[in-house]
Nanobody, 121 residues
Framework: QVQLVESGGGLVQAGGSLRLSCVVSGRIFRVNGMGWYRQAPGKQRELVAAITSGGNTNIADSVKGRFTISRDNAKKTVYLQLNSLKPEDTAVYYC???????????????WGQGTQVTVSS
């Protein structure tokens, strides 16, 4: 069984910062790409940022220059640093990982339970 556990969400004023963390646990052979998505009320889930196992990143235009994604492969952890937050960043943030379990024949997508980020104006 693979689990993704997020932490770091909360309520912050506009212009503030948060740091989200997501730890992957279980019988894991390898963690490939990891990333963060978000879903605001009434909207579709959207990609915020993604990072490959080699450290290449893809950042959504809406957060470019404000959010930074990073990972610690040894700790099987991905981070999202959120700076200069805006009210429109309010959403549930979900961690995603492409994980190859020990003994599996291929990798699969796994999701965290989500963490709420609320930005007040």
């Amino acid at each position: 069984q693979v689990q993704l556990v997020e932490s770091g969400g909360g309520l912050v004023q506009a212009g503030g910062s948060l740091r989200l963390s997501c730890v992957v646990s279980g019988r894991i052979f390898r963690v490939n790409g990891m990333g963060w998505y978000r879903q605001a009320p009434g909207k579709q889930r959207e990609l915020v940022a993604a990072i490959t196992s080699g450290g290449n990143t893809n950042i959504a235009d809406s957060v470019k220059g404000r959010f930074t994604i990073s990972r610690d492969n040894a700790k099987k952890t991905v981070y999202l640093q959120l700076n200069s937050l805006k009210p429109e960043d309010t959403a549930v943030y979900y961690c995603h990982a492409d994980v190859w379990r020990t003994g599996a024949v291929s990798s699969y997508d796994y999701w965290g339970q989500g963490t709420q980020v609320t930005v007040s104006s």
